[in-house]
């Protein structure tokens, strides 16, 4: 069924518009000033409803997952062991690492006795889920605060093994380093429904056996 019109009636202001057109550019002018008063400040972020990229910035949240880094320990040794996991758990598969054995004389740069000869990253394919971060034994890869990846070619967008390690020291300079991630608690494995079933039968069992005997003995 079609709705039935209601014909509103407008009153005299609103026939002439010039209340409303009143009202609009008072809102107007209340921006404008607002906005104008505070360009005149002085520092960043004068004007709140305009960042002024690049040269103002949000603060980014300790959480956010940016460009990778490969970290060092305290001693200034690479964590990374070279183990492959990380490329394991990569859904873009997009991570390439290649192990190698610590030469002898270079022991005091690495933290194992293996490490990645190679490690590369595609940031064109990764999507920053960070599931690389969560299943490193070693925490030796973090997702960082870095989110201007783009870039002209191809090959820019390759983040290889000293482009990594330079993340690290860049945000360790700037103090963006993330703390360590808390150890996940191990658990016990849950024992097998069959083992348990059986172990309750053989206990019956014995049970059984030694009720007889019970029995002869009390006749
Ligand atoms: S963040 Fe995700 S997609 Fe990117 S490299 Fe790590 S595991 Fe792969
Ligand atoms: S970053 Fe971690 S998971 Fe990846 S190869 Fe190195 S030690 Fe293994």
Redo the contacts with the bound molecule.
Sequence with gaps: MAKPIVKREYTLTERIYLWEILKGLKLTWKHFTFNFRHSLKKGPHTVPTCWQYPWDRREIAPIF?GE?MLCLDEQGREKCIGCGM?AK????Q??TVKRGKVPEGEEDKYAAKTYCETFE?DLLR???????EETCPKGAIV?GQGYELADYTREACQADKKRLLNNFLKAKEEGTLKPPRKPVPKVKPPKKEGAAKKATAAKKGVEKKAAPKNKVEEG
């Design positions: 997952r990778h990380c758990a990569c859904p873009a997009c991570i990253i990764c999507i920053f889920c960070g599931f690389c997702l």
